[in-house]
């Protein structure tokens, strides 16, 4: 198992990209994005599928959604990228708030700084909206292609008015 780039050479420890399995010579996609540390241990960053591009930087939802779950205000997180014309994506979180706190600008700008300061600072998300619930499986697995969807219709709204 080794953790490649985009052009399939191997990636430095701390290196996110995606992991790949040799079998017989080949080297094949897993769809999985990971990384080593300088130890050789692995760690995974969520699915390949989950990737933001955005300005030329690639960064796994994962990573930033585990990034605003450190928030203390934070309940639930979940980051999609969404269409931009100057960037190509932009990162746009869905939060969960615990009781009691107000998703309104204040916690917003509050929460952007939090992710600035814990990851780097070019994958805050630069939308975030709070809503009460995430989409799940019955499982219990986020459902991001949901949120991809009413992220879709709201653009589509916003346009038609």
Do not use: N
Request: hydrophobic share 40%; charged share 25%.
């Amino acid at each position: 198992i080794e953790v490649h780039d985009a052009a399939g050479k191997p990636c430095a420890p701390g290196v996110v990209g995606e992991l790949k399995v040799l079998r017989r010579g080949q080297w094949i996609a897993t769809k999985d994005l990971g990384r080593t540390d300088e130890d050789g241990y692995f760690y995974h960053a969520g699915r390949a599928d989950d990737v933001i591009i955005s300005a030329g930087w690639t960064m796994s939802a994962v990573e930033i959604e585990d990034a605003i779950l450190k928030h203390p205000d934070v309940q639930e997180a979940a980051a999609i990228g969404i269409p931009d014309a100057l960037r190509g994506q932009i990162v746009k979180a869905y939060v969960v708030l615990r009781p009691g706190h107000t998703g309104d600008a204040a916690m917003t700008k509050t929460l952007q700084d939090h992710v600035k300061a814990t990851v780097a600072p070019y994958k805050y998300p630069r939308a975030i909206e709070y809503i009460t619930d995430l989409p799940k499986t019955q499982t219990g697995k986020l459902q991001r292609f949901e949120l991809r969807k009413k992220a879709a219709e709201s653009a589509s709204r916003k346009m038609a008015s």
